[in-house]
């Protein structure tokens, strides 16, 4: 059963979701282990039922019904077999509880493991941040949420020999909340949802014609969809002719109900995919010239969506803030606009109008180097494995 070699480090991942599921932190997780099982031995834990080997080889060890204390216990208690030099834990505070994202179990897990390893010398305790905390309020509940996992993330930090986080952000707060403690604490990005075995580039469009605009993902309020949708209807109103959209993902009837004074303007003017397979998805972001991403906190590099477009090469417009991560400052291939919904979709609207075709001296070729220099799955786990295992 063991998947374990002398000459390859082993690491125990930790994780509530994983393969067969595809959403979110199930997706990063498979994806991350896969590819670090091309230079570790890999073992997750997780609260999926999963066959006994993961994709890429990856030993899954018996699932975990409940993370209670007892729980996580007799799991790692199994998990001495494979001898981990590191434990790996991935944190999304609402993975761990049902109600409220409270689970302290998970913390003192991580303080016996890491006391362990003290004593033995290996499976040193690591933590992966991809969310910290429900953000602070005045009403009570939310509060004692914010309070709670913000507790959890100091326990964690207290106990791992490395911190990673998902976003310049979470580490500058994770800091704060540490106060004067140190630890070391690490930049890593969360991936494309889309990267496939074989992503050679596909031809871009040419340079001429319409501009081939692309929207992809969700509806969720932080995209504001509807404003990016209604920006999108204005330029082509003043330029007409000019601007082909395509949402990626979404199902008319959604566009209809989310903005149905633009549904006559959808069906004229713009290509509604609905719902797609993930080569589906790549291939239609591939035929655009620019992919349009508002994100209301700003850009950042857990943004599959926005990474899947760079992965094909195809240049993005999204937004900046002072918290938003240096990486995508200063490139060609981003264009960079407020944050502030009204300021974005007057910026946007006169991006798209402009003389000057946007992005016209970019090529495919660069912005994959760019992807593949820092957001690639092969980069984020040679960065893992540099920091976790550096070289004497």
């Keep these: 059963m063991s998947n374990t070699s002398a000459s390859r480090p082993r690491v125990l991942v930790i994780s509530p979701l994983y393969y067969p599921d595809e959403e979110g932190l199930a997706h990063y997780t498979t994806e991350f282990c896969r590819h670090l099982q091309q230079d570790a031995d890999v073992t997750v834990l997780t609260g999926v039922r999963a066959a006994e080997t993961g994709p890429g080889g990856v030993l899954v060890l018996p699932w975990?019904?409940?993370?209670?204390?007892?729980?996580?216990?007799?799991?790692l208690g199994r998990a001495r077999f494979i001898r981990p030099d590191r434990i790996l834990i991935q944190f999304v505070p609402f993975m761990y509880a049902r109600r409220g994202g409270i689970n302290f179990a998970i913390v003192a897990a991580a303080a016996v493991a890491a006391l362990?390893?003290?004593?033995?010398?290996?499976?040193?305790?690591?933590?992966?941040?991809?969310?910290?905390?429900?953000?602070?309020?005045?009403?009570?509940?939310?509060?004692?949420m914010h309070l709670a996992h913000r507790t959890m993330v100091v326990g964690l930090c207290l106990a791992a020999r490395d911190v990673f986080c998902a976003t310049e952000r979470f580490a500058s707060e994770v800091r704060d909340a540490l106060g004067g403690v140190e630890r070391p604490i690490h930049l890593l990005a969360v991936g494309s949802n889309l990267e496939r075995a074989?992503?050679?580039?596909?031809?871009?469009?040419?340079?001429?014609?319409?501009?081939?605009?692309?929207?992809?993902?969700?509806?969720?309020?932080?995209?504001?969809?509807?404003?990016?949708?209604?920006?999108?209807?204005?330029?082509?109103?003043?330029?007409?002719?000019?601007?082909?959209?395509?949402?990626?993902?979404?199902?008319?009837?959604?566009?209809?109900?989310?903005?149905?004074?633009?549904?006559?303007?959808?069906?004229?003017?713009?290509?509604?995919?609905?719902?797609?397979?993930?080569?589906?998805?790549?291939?239609?972001?591939?035929?655009?010239?620019?992919?349009?991403?508002?994100?209301?906190?700003?850009?950042?590099?857990?943004?599959?969506?926005?990474?899947?477009?760079?992965?094909?090469?195809?240049?993005?417009?999204?937004?900046?803030?002072?918290?938003?991560?240096?990486?995508?400052?200063?490139?060609?291939?981003?264009?960079?606009?407020?944050?502030?919904?009204?300021?974005?979709?007057?910026?946007l609207e006169t991006f798209l109008t402009s003389a000057e075709r946007p992005f016209a001296g970019v090529t495919a070729a660069e912005v994959r180097k760019f992807y593949d220099a820092h957001f690639s799955w092969r980069a984020l786990v040679q960065r893992y494995l540099d920091i976790s295992f550096p070289s004497p």
């Design 116 to 144: 362990h390893a003290r004593m033995g010398g290996n499976g040193g305790v690591q933590i992966m941040f991809h969310e910290l905390w429900h953000w602070r309020s005045s009403r009570p509940r939310e509060l004692a």
């Design 64 to 75: 975990l019904e409940r993370w209670d204390l007892a729980g996580l216990l007799l799991a």
């Design 198 to 347: 074989e992503s050679a580039l596909r031809p871009r469009p040419p340079h001429d014609g319409p501009l081939r605009v692309g929207l992809f993902g969700s509806l969720h309020a932080s995209k504001n969809v509807p404003m990016v949708l209604r920006a999108l209807q204005r330029a082509s109103a003043r330029a007409k002719g000019r601007i082909k959209v395509s949402v990626i993902g979404l199902e008319r009837r959604e566009l209809s109900s989310a903005v149905p004074d633009l549904a006559d303007w959808l069906d004229a003017e713009a290509t509604v995919t609905g719902w797609v397979t993930a080569d589906q998805a790549a291939a239609k972001l591939a035929e655009q010239d620019f992919l349009v991403s508002y994100f209301q906190d700003g850009v950042s590099s857990r943004r599959g969506s926005l990474l899947a477009a760079l992965c094909e090469g195809v240049p993005v417009v999204t937004t900046w803030r002072d918290v938003s991560d240096t990486v995508f400052l200063d490139q060609p291939w981003v264009k960079l606009l407020s944050c502030d919904a009204e300021e974005f979709g007057a910026q």
